[in-house]
């Protein structure tokens, strides 16, 4: 798949096609436009230096700035109804079809991106109605908690609660078939997708039914190595940087940010872990393509026993999806994947799909060779709108309808 990234028109003269960066363009229109988006650096080191000063927490700052620019609302279009409603104590929207519809539908529950500390229900509002509609599936988006306020695994509580309580009323309260019901999101949300799908494979209790598939847009997978080649290639690429990823890890699991370095230096991995994790994430796993643009061998870490416990619950399958036990792997049900070249969380995605397909597990993969991490929050977004993240959630819409 090769969707060429389209540019809004303050970027219309630049031709992404033929550069050898596309995204040189993306990081000039930030310059023009001012703070980016919500993990661009302007936003980020605005919100470092109010939460420096003792006004607010970075994170506050950042929230703020996109619900007060980068998130609208438009009325519900003809079609769809939307209801926001609590299930379990948890805040969910709901996305209806109208359409008449011969027997019970299909649904997908649904959970938005943002590094377990940003993002909401309103964030993938647009993302959400498309697919509902689109692929006349009843959608449920949750709204679980973040982080620097609550920490894992209070995310992924939430996401089971409330996918739980959805698949034992799908069908008296919504019309949905329960067997047909999948689990998806966007990075830090797919993440939240495959992770649960491997705690209900785990737990296999028989009272309810089991997501029929997961739908795992750009996701992130592991806290093992973030020095992947997605990582070295793309650690400056708008919107997601290298750093910003173990930031958002680090805020998930505890906040202690003075590990940092070392996290990424990988001076947190245990040395009796790394000969299986390195089977696992060894470039040599990965296709010859994504390898063209360079990469280095990075030097051995120096592991750091204090590190590692400060954040040891980052390297279980539960924030770490990517490094399960085959046996649990095994046990999940067919998979999307959406993976983007300029994204430092390419090779996650690449990694986990050759780990499903060893295991003959079904998979379905989208690769964008012009895309960059958080095209779906460009979707229907006004002067923000990248016309090419249609075809990225029409990819999702197409899959859906196979369910």
């Known amino acids: 798949m090769n969707i060429l990234l389209q540019c809004p028109s303050v970027l219309s003269g630049c031709v992404l096609a033929s550069s050898p960066t596309p995204f040189m363009c993306l990081q000039r229109w930030f310059s023009i436009c001012g703070p980016g988006p ?8 605005q919100g470092r230096i109010l939460h420096r000063l003792g006004i607010c927490h970075q994170v506050s700052f950042i929230r ?21 409603l609590t299930f379990s104590e948890v805040p969910v929207r709901v996305y209806e079809p109208t359409t ?49 306020e609550h920490r894992y ?44 799908c491997q705690r209900l494979a785990r737990r296999e209790d028989g009272h309810l039914p089991s997501p029929c598939a997961q739908v795992l847009i750009y996701p992130a997978l592991q806290m093992a190595d973030f020095n992947l080649p997605s990582y070295q290639q793309n650690h400056a690429v708008p919107i997601l940087f290298r750093g910003r990823m173990a930031f958002y890890f680090l805020q998930y699991l505890s906040g202690d940010m003075s590990v940092c370095q070392d996290v990424l230096e990988g001076n947190h991995v245990p040395t009796e872990l790394k000969p299986c994790y390195e089977e696992w994430l060894s470039p040599s796993n ?59 969380l390419r090779d996650d995605g690449i990694l986990y799909r050759k780990r499903l397909l060893d295991l003959e597990k079904d998979v379905t993969w989208q690769h964008v060779t012009k895309g960059f991490h958080g095209m779906v929050n460009f979707f229907n977004q006004g002067w923000l709108t990248f016309p090419s993240a249609v075809q990225v959630v029409d990819s999702v819409v197409d899959y859906i309808k196979t369910l």
């Open 153 to 196: 695994p209070a995310q992924l509580d939430d996401c089971e609660t409330a996918t739980c309580h959805f698949l034992s009323v799908a069908e008296a309260e919504f019309s949905v078939d329960s067997c047909r019901v999948a689990v998806g999101g966007d990075s830090t949300g797919a993440n939240l997708a495959a992770a649960l």
């Open 64 to 84: 703020w700035f996109v619900a007060r620019f980068l998130t609208r609302l438009n009325p519900v279009p003809a079609g769809l109804r939307v209801k926001d």
């Open 100 to 148: 008449v519809c011969d027997g019970l539908r299909r649904g997908l529950v649904y959970f938005h991106g943002g590094g377990w500390v940003l993002g909401s229900i309103d964030s993938v509002d647009e993302v959400c109605r498309h697919i509902a509609k689109e692929s006349d599936t009843t959608v449920v988006s949750v709204g679980y908690r973040l982080a620097p």
């Open 38 to 45: 919500p993990s661009g650096r302007p936003t980020a080191s």
């Open 286 to 344: 990965l296709p010859p393509e994504c390898l063209v643009r360079g990469t280095f061998e990075h030097p051995t870490p120096e592991y750091d026993a204090e590190v590692y416990h400060t954040i040891k619950a980052g390297l279980e399958p539960e924030v770490s999806p990517l490094l399960a036990d085959d046996a649990i792997i095994k046990k999940t049900p067919p998979t999307f994947i959406l993976t983007c070249e300029y994204d430092v």
